[in-house]
Each structure stands twice: as structure tokens, then as C-alpha cells.
């Protein structure tokens, strides 16, 4: 369905009327296994570990989301990153952004290194560390982009080129991005994660995960290990992706503009030190974000003036955005990184990465913007006035 567009895609990829009953939207078959024909004689399906019709409308249309050949669910993405380190063998080396996901550190780093993968955590936004970096048996490249929680982008395309030259897997995590506003196989890379989770999903109820690539070799690999490892996402799970997605183009479009709206509030607050959305002409690669990025997405990350106990004030006394992890639902979210998601990183690591005690990060949903900027206004009210910030 490659001539389609982006919204058409997202609802009718891999989504035709199911051909017994006609049902308009494909249903969740809720079923371990498949009655045969004959002796050895199956009807395209045996076993959901294998394959299942939910999933595999799940997987097409994301793929072709990504503009990308094949799609692979998985329980999270956490599973899809254990996945692609099978294309991996002990003794390879992994670059990956030393700003990531903190759960993405902790499995690298604390995990996979155990079974003979050796990472390295490096800044990804400058080829020339990437390229410092490279060893011989360097084989995968991971990154992420815009990375978490410091939104700091990376050239996707300079990367991508790079390592093929190299013979080295590009994999990009697109969860914060999402195919509407980013896509990274059209800028060469190999493979595109996601957490699900997050904007696919959309709606805060379901933990998958999912890879592209429109490599066969690749592909022939993780499928492989999709099924022999089992680590899969359930019917409903895929289904729920999958009714996600079909939205996913209007909700991009609202989170991004309310996202806009809240980082210039933001930008000229007197409590607030700093504002990072790659959206904003301050932002230090905003013109990288314009080149390879087609909008800038709901995450921004700030930094109240006052420190720890000022931000504390502000993430108990917002009312529509939710003290919570995760992020890329309707609803909006606040949240430490330092105490919550990140907290899987060594303080050291945390202050290297300008991860301070004053930082906070949001997730702003598609609620009304002008009520939002107002909740956020008003919890930054409460912020005490102190003898030295009125100076
Ligand atoms: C949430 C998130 C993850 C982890 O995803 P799971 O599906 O929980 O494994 C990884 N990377 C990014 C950028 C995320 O936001």
C-alpha cells in the first residue's frame, strides 16, 4: 500500500475486512492455535507464537508506517532491544547514546554485557566521538534521537551512512518521534524500534514493543528469534496498538501544538532557567531537527531555577498533568527524571548528562493547550518567593 499516505495507511494498512464474517475492523483472535486442512496442510497460520492475525495487521501497518518492509511485534521494547542483540555475538561491541532511555542503559549495561557484549555510552550527537568510539568489533550502533530525557538529537543520516560504510547495524529508537514526524529508514538506518507504549499505543493501556527493517537478512534473523524466544505481544496488546495507531497522525499533530505553546510559556517564565524542545529556535540543533524531523513532537524537559525542592513544588501542585513515568499518552504527564526514570543511572552518569535535581520532564497530552499552560502557570505559583530569588 506504499502509494497511500500516511493517514490512510494508518487505517487501512494490513487492515482489510476480515473475509468470513466482513468485520470492518480486524478482530482479536484470541486463540493459541489453528485447526489444520490436512496432514501437514496449515491455512497460512499454526501457532500464535508464530504468527496471529491481530499481530500481523499490527506489524504490517506499522511498517508500513515506517515506509519500511517488515514489522515485528514484541512484549516491549525492552524484548525488541534483547532481540536485536541476537543479530549480535558474544564479543561484538555496541555503541549507544549516553543519554538513552534509563531502563535501555540498565539492560545494556547490567544485562546484555553480561553474556559477552561489550557497549559503549557515547555522545551520539557528534560523529566524530561515534567514529573515537569504533573498534573493530564494533557491529550495532544504537540511538536515540531526540534522546531522553535531554531531547539532544542525532544526525540520522550521517550516522546511518556512516555505518554502513562500516558494516555496522544502525538501529534508531523512534518513540519519541514516531514515523509522522520521523523516519529514520528513509534516512538510511537498518532498524527502527519503538516502544509502543508510548504515542503508537497512545492511551496509557497497553506495554509492547515493535521493530521495522526492510532488510531480509535482518528480518529472517529477528524473526527467527521472535518466535523461538517467544517473546511476543499478546492478541489484544496488538490490538490496541493497532486502534492506537489509526489516530496517531491528528494526535501527533495536537500534542505537538500544544507542546509548542507550553514551551514558549515556558521559555519566558522567571522561575524557569531553562526550556529544552527542539521546536524553539533556542534549541542548540534546531536546525538539525528541522532537516530530518517533520514535526517536534510532546516531550519537553525544563529546569526550574530553584533546585530540587522548587521542583518538588511544582510536580505536587499540577493537577491535569499526572505524576507519573512513561509518557506519550492523551493525558499529560510530569516527572523527575533524577528520583524516577532515570534513577537506574549512577549520579555521576546523571550530572555528566545534565540530568540536575531541578530538571523536570513532561509528556503533554492533547488536552485543551490553554488549560494546560494554565495548570503548569499555577504550580509554578506556588513555588515560595525566597530573600535570594528576589534579590
Ligand atoms: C518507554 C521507553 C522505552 C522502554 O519501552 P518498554 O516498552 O517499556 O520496554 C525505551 N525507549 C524509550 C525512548 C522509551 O520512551
Same mark, same amino acid.
Not at 490512510?8 to 482479536?28: C, D, F, N, R, S
Not at 517488515?70 to 549516553?98: E, N
Not at 534509563?102 to 545494556?108: D, I, P
Given at each position: ?8 495507511l494508518a487505517i487501512h494498512a494490513g487492515q482489510k475486512p476480515e473475509p468470513v464474517t466482513g468485520a470492518v475492523v480486524v478482530p482479536i483472535f484470541q486463540t493459541s492455535t489453528y485447526a489444520q486442512e490436512d496432514v501437514g496442510k496449515a491455512r497460512g497460520y499454526e501457532y500464535s507464537r508464530t504468527d496471529n492475525p491481530t499481530r500481523k495487521a499490527f506489524e504490517e501497518c506499522l511498517a508500513s508506517l515506517e515506509g519500511g518492509k517488515y514489522g515485528l511485534g514484541f512484549g516491549s521494547l525492552k524484548i525488541s ?20 532511555? $534509563? ?10 554485557? #553480561?553474556?559477552?557484549? /561489550?557497549?559503549?555510552?557515547?555522545? &551520539? ?12 568489533? =564494533? ?7 531526540? =534522546?531522553?530525557?535531554?531531547?539532544? +538529537? ?5 550516522? @546511518? ?16 518521534? =514516531? ?9 538510511? &538506518? ?7 507504549? %508510548? ?17 531480509? %537478512? ?24 493497532? #486502534? ?21 510559556? +515556558? ?22 531537527? %528541522? ?17 530540587? /525542592?522548587?521542583? #518538588? ?9 499526572? +505524576? ?6 492523551? /493525558?499529560? +504527564?510530569?516527572?523527575?527524571? @533524577? ?34 499552560? /494554565?495548570?503548569? @502557570?499555577?504550580?509554578?505559583? %506556588?513555588?515560595?518567593? #525566597? @530573600?535570594?530569588?528576589? $534579590?
Amino acid at each position: 500500500m506504499k502509494e497511500f499516505r500516511f493517514e490512510t495507511l494508518a487505517i487501512h494498512a494490513g487492515q482489510k475486512p476480515e473475509p468470513v464474517t466482513g468485520a470492518v475492523v480486524v478482530p482479536i483472535f484470541q486463540t493459541s492455535t489453528y485447526a489444520q486442512e490436512d496432514v501437514g496442510k496449515a491455512r497460512g497460520y499454526e501457532y500464535s507464537r508464530t504468527d496471529n492475525p491481530t499481530r500481523k495487521a499490527f506489524e504490517e501497518c506499522l511498517a508500513s508506517l515506517e515506509g519500511g518492509k517488515y514489522g515485528l511485534g514484541f512484549g516491549s521494547l525492552k524484548i525488541s532491544r534483547i532481540a536485536c542483540m541476537y543479530l549480535l555475538s558474544p564479543g561484538d561491541h555496541v555503541i549507544v547514546s549516553d543519554d538513552v532511555y $534509563g531502563g535501555t542503559y540498565r539492560l545494556f549495561a547490567s544485562v546484555n554485557a #553480561r553474556y559477552g557484549l /561489550e557497549f559503549d555510552f557515547v555522545d &551520539t550527537t557528534q560523529l566524530n566521538l561515534i567514529k573515537k568510539s569504533t573498534k573493530p568489533n =564494533t557491529k550495532m550502533i544504537w540511538i536515540e534521537t531526540p =534522546t531522553n530525557p535531554m531531547l539532544k +538529537l542525532c544526525d540520522i543520516e550521517q550516522i @546511518a551512512s556512516w555505518a554502513k560504510s562500516k558494516n555496522i547495524i544502525s538501529v534508531v529508537d523512534n518513540t519519541f518521534m =514516531t514515523p509522522y514526524f520521523q523516519k529514520p529508514l528513509s534516512l538510511g &538506518t537498518d532498524i527502527v524500534a519503538h516502544s509502543c507504549t %508510548k504515542y503508537l499505543g497512545g492511551h496509557s493501556d497497553v506495554v509492547s514493543g515493535a521493530v521495522v527493517t526492510s532488510d531480509e %537478512k535482518i528480518y529472517e534473523v529477528l524473526k527467527f528469534h521472535q518466535n523461538a524466544v517467544g517473546a511476543i505481544p499478546g492478541p489484544f496488546d496488538c490490538w490496541l496498538v493497532l #486502534r492506537g495507531m489509526k489516530t496517531l497522525s491528528c494526535r501527533m499533530r495536537d500534542h505537538e501544538a500544544n507542546a509548542m505553546k507550553i514551551a514558549k510559556f +515556558l521559555g519566558g517564565h522567571p522561575k524557569v532557567s531553562k526550556v529544552v524542545y527542539p521546536g524553539l529556535s533556542s534549541h542548540p540543533q534546531h536546525e538539525l531537527a %528541522k532537516k530530518q524531523m517533520t514535526g517536534f513532537g510532546g516531550m519537553i524537559t525544563f529546569v526550574i531555577k530553584g533546585g530540587l /525542592e522548587d521542583a #518538588r513544588t511544582v510536580l505536587r501542585n499540577t493537577k491535569l498533568f499526572t +505524576l507519573a513515568e512513561s509518557l506519550g499518552g492523551v /493525558e499529560s +504527564l510530569i516527572e523527575h527524571p @533524577a528520583i524516577m526514570t532515570h534513577a537506574s543511572l549512577p549520579k555521576e552518569r546523571r550530572e555528566e548528562l545534565g540530568i540536575s535535581d531541578g530538571l523536570i520532564r513532561i509528556s503533554v497530552g492533547i488536552e485543551n493547550g490553554d488549560d494546560l499552560v /494554565e495548570d503548569i @502557570a499555577s504550580a509554578l505559583d %506556588k513555588i515560595p518567593q #525566597r @530573600a535570594e530569588a528576589r $534579590g
